[in-house]
């Protein structure tokens, strides 16, 4: 007599489960359109509002700078918040702070608020990587992909958190900070390379480059 209350409750509990993983991938779509509409706003407007609002262009640059530097301040807190039990709270938070950002930037304000409006919808840069960590969490394994890290080598502090969240940590050798760039694209071109050559394309040939490169 009790297998039949578990049973019904089991059978109402798996058709919420399966709505929920359906309604995941929109979702997270949406969200990366959010963070790529936040992200490419600012430049082709930035003549639009220098005249709008009677400022120089250095100043309506700041629109577009504004966002990209309280992306990068958000991104690693976002992270760290987002990486315990309260990541659906984050997210949520960081979307209204995203909508109130944007009401700021449509409301005939002075400039000052849209620059704040600007900076709130560049916390939105920020769930990048709160996205990821959905995905991997949350979608089975044959839709995610392997991760790769790349991390100087000995920064054990770093190592320490990457070992349970990715699958492959490729160290780079200390360098002075100016060629560091250099270093890290060396294993990207690498991999982008023999990704390629797995895929049956030929190298030799890049799509479109060709005809712009090799075609006189």
């Known amino acids: 007599m009790t297998g039949q209350p578990v049973g019904g409750v089991a059978g109402k509990a798996f058709p919420v489960a399966r709505s929920e993983a359906r309604l995941l991938v929109p979702a997270l779509m949406f969200i990366a359109l959010v963070v790529a509409a936040v992200a490419s706003l600012g430049t082709p407007l930035i003549t639009s509002v220098a005249t709008s609002f009677h400022v120089s262009l250095g100043s309506a640059q700041w629109t577009l700078t504004v966002a990209l530097l309280s992306g990068a301040v958000a991104t690693p807190v976002l992270g760290r918040l987002g990486a315990g039990p309260h990541r659906r709270a984050t997210i949520l938070a960081t979307l209204a702070v995203v909508v109130a950002g944007s009401a700021l930037t449509v ?15 560049g916390v939105g840069l920020g769930l990048t990587a709160l996205m990821m960590g959905v995905a991997r969490d949350h979608l089975p394994e044959a839709r995610g992909g392997a991760v790769i890290a790349l991390t100087t080598h000995g920064d054990t502090k770093l190592g320490s958190i990457l070992d349970s969240k990715v699958d492959v940590i490729i160290e780079i050798p200390h360098a002075p900070e100016l060629l560091t760039p250099i270093l890290y694209a060396i294993p990207v071109q690498l991999l982008a390379y023999h990704v390629a050559v797995l895929k049956g394309t030929d190298v030799d040939q890049p799509r479109n480059l060709a005809k712009s490169v090799t075609v006189e």
């Open 107 to 121: 409301l005939p304000l002075p400039f000052a608020w849209l620059l704040a409006g600007r900076a709130a919808q």
